[in-house]
Structure formats: C-alpha cells, structure tokens
C-alpha cells in the first residue's frame, strides 16, 4: 500500500519556490526539509491543496494563486514615528511585528525601510499578490501523534517544548 498524504499526517519536504519569472524566493536547504502536518494550516492552502494524495517520494510543481498564498494585497505601506518602538530595538527590513488596533485585536505589520526617524510599514506579507511556484519533493509520511494533532504542528525527533 502506498503512502499518501492525508490530514492528520507529518509530512516532510524538500521545496523551491519561484516567482513568476523563475527566480529562486526561497527554497529548503539541504539536511533541513519543511515538516508540517497536513490538514492544520501550517502552510499556505493552495500548497496544502495540491499536496493531499500525493505519495511519499513523489515530485510536484504547484501553481499557487495570491488568493490561495498570502493573499492579495490590500491597503498600503507608511511610516510611521520610530518612537512608537521599543528604545534600543533591532528593526530591519523583512522583519514581523505587531500592532494593536483600538479594540486591542493584533495587527501583523512588515517592516519594509527603516531610518532614523521613521519606520515603514506594510500590512501585506511580502509575497502577497505574487502567484508562487513551487517543486516539492515529497521525502517522507507518518502518522501525527495524538499530542501533535493537538498541538496542530509536527513536532521534532527530540519532543517538543512550547
């Protein structure tokens, strides 16, 4: 019988994600695959999608459209005062951080400039918009344990901790 993806399965990946035009985003290094549970939302949908079914060791190209990745983009970049951060703290471009609205709900924000002043901010994933390209390769499939279906995350060889 073979070994296919399914929910509920840890899954491990080799990947390389292009853009439209070819060019490398991103890619799993050597010894160091993506691992993930399938069915939990630990990778983008239209990836997940096209996963379920796939058997171990197989190879893939996924097309995935923004509204199945990280979205379209919505709304746009701004500065805002570098007071409104921690003194001291480390920004950089490519960077994650939250905010908080009025009602105290949680904003995710990428930093995309910093100066001395100023930091830019976007509300857009910095692949939002962007149709991804991805090749996996499929290096292996087990069951989730009860405790990491609970979790909603694979965890590693050594147990996990949170």
Same mark, same amino acid.
Not at 73 to 95: C, I, N, T, W, Y
């Given at each position: ?60 190209? *996924? ?11 919505? =709304? ?5 005062? $570098?007071?409104? !951060? ?22 995710? !924000? !990428?930093?995309? =400039?910093?100066?001395? *002043? ?14 991804? &390209? !991805? ?6 499939? $087990?069951? *989730? ?6 979790? =909603? ?6 147990? &996990?901790?949170?």
């Amino acid at each position: 019988m073979t070994n296919k993806i399914t929910a509920n399965k840890v899954v491990t990946l080799a990947y390389i994600l292009r853009d439209d035009e070819g060019e490398i985003i991103d890619r799993s290094r050597e010894g160091s695959p993506l691992l993930y549970l399938h069915g939990a939302m630990n990778i983008v949908p239209g990836l997940e999608e096209q996963l379920e079914g796939v058997c171990e060791g197989e190879t893939i190209q *996924a097309e995935v459209p923004p509204e199945k990745g990280y979205g379209p983009r919505v =709304g746009e970049a701004q500065d805002v005062s $570098r007071d409104l !951060f921690p003194d001291g703290a480390e920004l950089s471009a490519g960077m994650q951080v939250v905010g908080h609205d009025e009602e105290g709900r949680r904003i995710p !924000f !990428f930093i995309t =400039g910093v100066s001395e *002043a100023t930091v830019t901010i976007d509300p857009n994933h910095p692949l939002a918009g962007e149709t991804l &390209h !991805f090749e996996v390769t499929v290096q292996s499939l $087990r069951d *989730a344990t009860d405790e990491e279906i609970e979790h =909603g995350h694979p965890h590693g060889p050594g147990g &996990h901790s949170h």
